[in-house]
């Protein structure tokens, strides 16, 4: 099992930067595959960046792709998110996620993932 928590979020304005954090415990920390999901109110959640177990391939959802950075501390279980040149569309509860390596379907599906953090709210004003 893996247990996450999560840290980081706040209110930013337009164009500011945050940078969240998930912790993990409980599993070793490598032997997962974590992505980051957000949810705005109404909406679905949607993919947001990935990484894999190693750290050597990200992937990140064309609406963030150059504002935002995945990263991955094995040493500190622990992964993270930089966002920069925020936007008011960026405004959701931020999840991080985490699945087996016998994982089943798309990494890009929420449905994916079977660990969750309880998630972060980003508000950005404009």
């Known amino acids: 099992q893996v247990q996450l928590v999560e840290s980081g979020g706040g209110l930013v304005q337009a164009g500011g930067s945050l940078r969240l954090s998930c912790a993990a415990s409980?599993?070793?920390?490598?032997?997962?595959?974590m992505a980051w999901f957000r949810q705005a109110p109404g909406k679905e959640r949607e993919f947001v960046a990935r990484?894999?177990?190693?750290?050597?391939?990200?992937s990140y959802a064309d609406a963030v792709k150059g504002r935002f950075t995945i990263t991955r501390d094995n040493a500190k279980n622990t992964l993270y998110l930089q966002m920069n040149k925020l936007k008011p569309e960026d405004t959701a509860v931020y999840y991080c996620?985490?699945?087996?390596?016998?994982?089943?379907?798309?990494?890009?599906?929420?449905?994916?993932?079977?660990?969750w953090g309880q998630g972060t709210q980003v508000t950005v004003s404009s």
């Open positions: 996620a985490a699945c087996p390596p016998d994982y089943s379907g798309s990494l890009y599906s929420w449905m994916t993932y079977n660990y």
């Open positions: 990484m894999s177990r190693l750290g050597g391939s990200t």
């Open positions: 409980g599993r070793t920390f490598s032997s997962v595959r």
